[in-house]
Structure formats: C-alpha cells, structure tokens
C-alpha cells in the first residue's frame, strides 16, 4: 500500500483552517499523524484487529479537516457548552468531514493527539462511536515517540498557466541512521516521471530530483533514460521549522513542506 504524505495546497488530501492563520499547519499536523499511524499499521503483525487498511488509507484522503475557533458542543447547534463539555474534535461521516478545536489541540500531548486523531477516522468509517476502544492501542503511540519524525512533501511543479503539478512523493524524515531511497511519480499524458532520490538522516533530507523514463516492469527503481536533473545533492531540509520552501530552475518549482509529527 502507498502511503501517501500530505503536502500543504497540492495533495489530495483536504484540509483549512476556517478560524486564524494556524489552521492549515494544524490540520496538516493532524494528517501526518494519521497518515503515519497507516503506515505503522500496515507493518507485519501490527494491525491484529483486522482494520480494513484501505478503507481507512481513503478516509484520510477524501476526508476534508477543518480547525476551528469555536466550541465543539455535542449539539452542534451550541457554541456555548462548558469548557469540560466541548471536544477536541467531531467527525462527520455524512459529510466527510472532521472539525479540529484549535485551542484544545494545542494543549494535548503527542500520545493524547494520536489516540484522537485515530478516533475520528475510525468514526469516518463506522469503527468506533463514543468510546476510544481501538485508538486507545497505546503500542501505536509509543511507536510514534521512538524519537522525533518529521514528514516532508516534495511537489515539482510546472511554473506555468495553469500550474501543474508533475509529480509529488513523500519521506519520513526519522531521527535515525542514514537512510537512502529512491521514489518516482509518473508525469500525467507522459512517458516520463518525475524521480527523487534521497537520502534521511537525523533531521536531515538530501537528494537529487530528475525528470527520467522509468522501467515500471522492474520492481526496483531503474532508470532508462535521463532527461533533466534539475536539483542535484541539495538539502532541502535540515530540521528547522518550515512552512512552505521553494526552489526555482528555469519553468520549474521545487516546493517542500515539512512538519514535526
């Protein structure tokens, strides 16, 4: 399964911060965590109560997230419940929907924020009402606190109009060993892809970005024919905040979002 990373504006994944400018990093924040939790549970031996993976993989990609300002009340219609009374966040099935309560996710620890964002997806697709039964699985929040993480979008992007994307992968940026690895992304009506090949180490991420012709009948990434390096042995992230970075060669964008989780 491809797990995919969001990136902020360009990923099918949906999310807005309808109250404040903090909005869109939170609800971005709130997407890694469960894009991450899918790939931990997509691991040998660590979904033993059977969860349909797919399912979940197309709830936390069609699922819009909004963050808010205002109390979460049971009633919808009130604004004004006690402060105890009101959720951190309610998900809305019919709606495809999830609404975030800005100040109360800022106080949760890690371990409190995983347990709910695992909660509202499972209530998208009719897992879990009320009570945090699967979520509470405290071995998925503690795979998450080995050590810091952060997830990092790259999106080419064709500096034209219309704006097109060519192609865009994520990476896990672990607090680790060096890691090296190689992802493609097929460029749309073309025989071409566009490649990244990086390499992650502790809050770091290196790489190249190419656009090339790709064997696809190869399981490894192989390459045929290289059209264009375009960025080659840069760090596009060495572990400082960062919202939305750009990097320019001639008609092309390189943007990269990275974010703790």
């Not at 503690?142 to 952060?150: N, P, S, V």
């Not at 034209?160 to 992802?183: A, C, D, Q, W």
Request: hydrophobic share 35%; with cysteine.
């Amino acid at each position: 399964m491809k797990i995919l990373i969001l990136a902020l504006f360009l990923t099918t994944y949906t999310f807005a911060g309808r109250d404040g400018n903090g909005g869109n990093e939170i609800a971005l924040r709130f997407t890694q965590i469960a894009a991450n939790s899918l790939n931990f549970l997509s691991s040998p031996g660590k979904n033993p109560t059977n969860i349909d993976l797919e399912k979940l993989e197309e709830a936390i990609q069609k699922t819009q997230v909004y963050v808010v300002g205002y109390k979460l009340c049971a009633d919808d219609s009130d604004r004004e419940c006690p402060d105890e009374a009101g959720f951190v966040a309610k998900n809305y099935p019919l709606k495809g929907e999830i609404l975030i309560n800005e100040g109360k996710w800022q106080k949760l620890s890690l371990e409190d924020k995983i347990r709910i964002v695992l909660h509202e997806y499972f209530g998208i697709i009719g897992l879990e009402e009320g009570k945090y039964n699967l979520s509470s699985n405290i071995i998925i929040a503690l795979e998450h606190k080995e050590g810091e993480q952060y997830a990092c979008q790259l999106s080419l992007i064709k500096n034209s109009y219309p704006t097109r994307v060519l192609g865009s992968e994520g990476f896990i940026v672990h607090n680790s060993s060096v890691k090296s690895m190689g992802k493609s992304s097929q460029i749309e009506n073309s025989n071409y892809d566009v490649v990244f090949r990086m390499v992650t180490a502790k809050n770091y991420l290196r790489g190249t970005v190419e656009i090339s012709e790709v064997d696809r009948d190869l399981p490894n990434l192989y390459v045929k024919n290289k059209e264009e390096i375009l960025f080659e042995n840069v760090t596009f992230f060495n572990g400082e905040p960062i919202g939305v970075k750009v990097f320019k060669k001639d008609d092309k964008l390189l943007q990269i979002s990275c974010v703790h989780i």
